[in-house]
């Protein structure tokens, strides 16, 4: 048996020994660089995560925007309206609203706000919460921009839609206006608009609706505050069925409600 120098021997443990850190940092860096583009990551085709700007940067940059430019329906599953649940349905009234010409519509920005609304959809979640909730978001908050036309909102970490609340049931005593009865088209296009009001910035740079959390007063006020602005665009979709609307949305068919 050859009798090996210690010396070799320790220079050989050390050589392994920092092979072995090598490699354990490439590791590292890449798992780091991995969990990093995860959370760059975002579903919408025409938006992507950003660290939240400063508060006098967090207005929506110019953008050289194709006139009449409207977001994609990317939040609906199915060509086939039939097909469709109710939140897939309120979400169809309510991009109807938003892409048109109206002072509901300019209340949450215009048609560019649609942007936020898929990322709402889409993150929806059926739970079953206190019957006086209708949609709780909360969550870590992240400030998201299109990349297309640079339009900001802010994405919650959780959106969940009340089963036993006035998006779904028929129970008065939890209606979120009296001006229109729960479980109805009207009350979760108000819903929807709603939330969509805690997500999106006013030209003051103010959320459109104030956080109004556990304060059911101040929330009752934030859903006037849609009612307000939107009553005639949500009453006139009355007149026309979801199917006619799809039909509009296909076609790319502006749609102006009185």
């Not at 898929?118 to 949609?135: C, E, F, H, S, W």
């Not at 990349?147 to 609340?165: D, I």
């Not at 009001?197 to 006037?224: C, F, I, Q, T």
Request: charged share 25%; hydrophobic share 35%.
């Amino acid at each position: 048996m050859t009798r090996r120098n210690p010396l070799h021997v320790a220079c050989l443990i050390l050589l392994l020994t920092q092979i072995s850190t090598l490699k354990s940092s490439a590791q590292s860096a890449l798992l780091s660089s991995i969990d990093r583009e995860d959370d760059l990551y975002n579903h919408d085709r025409n938006a992507t995560m950003v660290a939240s700007p400063p508060a006098e940067e967090s207005k929506t940059p110019t953008r050289s925007i194709p006139p009449g430019f409207v977001p994609d329906p990317i939040s609906l599953s199915s060509r086939d309206p039939g097909k469709f649940g109710l939140i897939e349905l309120a979400y169809l009234d309510v991009y109807t609203i938003l892409k048109s010409n109206n002072q509901c519509s300019s209340l949450f920005g215009g048609p560019l706000a649609i942007t936020a609304l898929n990322d709402l959809v889409r993150r929806l979640k059926p739970r079953y919460l206190d019957k006086k909730i209708a949609i709780r978001m909360s969550g870590q908050t992240t400030t998201v921009q299109s990349n297309l036309t640079g339009f900001l909102f802010r994405s919650f970490e959780r959106a969940e839609v009340n089963l036993g609340g006035s998006f779904y049931r028929a129970n008065s005593r939890h209606s979120i206006v009296h001006e229109f009865q729960p479980n109805t088209r009207e009350t979760r296009v108000v819903v929807l608009l709603h939330e969509l009001g805690h997500m999106v910035r006013n030209y003051k740079n103010e959320w459109v609706l104030p956080d109004d959390g556990s304060d059911a007063s101040l929330s009752v006020r934030n859903s006037l505050t849609v009612v307000s602005a939107c009553r005639d665009e949500i009453k006139g979709l009355s007149r026309m069925s979801h199917a006619e609307e799809f039909e509009l949305l296909a076609k790319k068919e502006p749609l102006n409600l009185p």
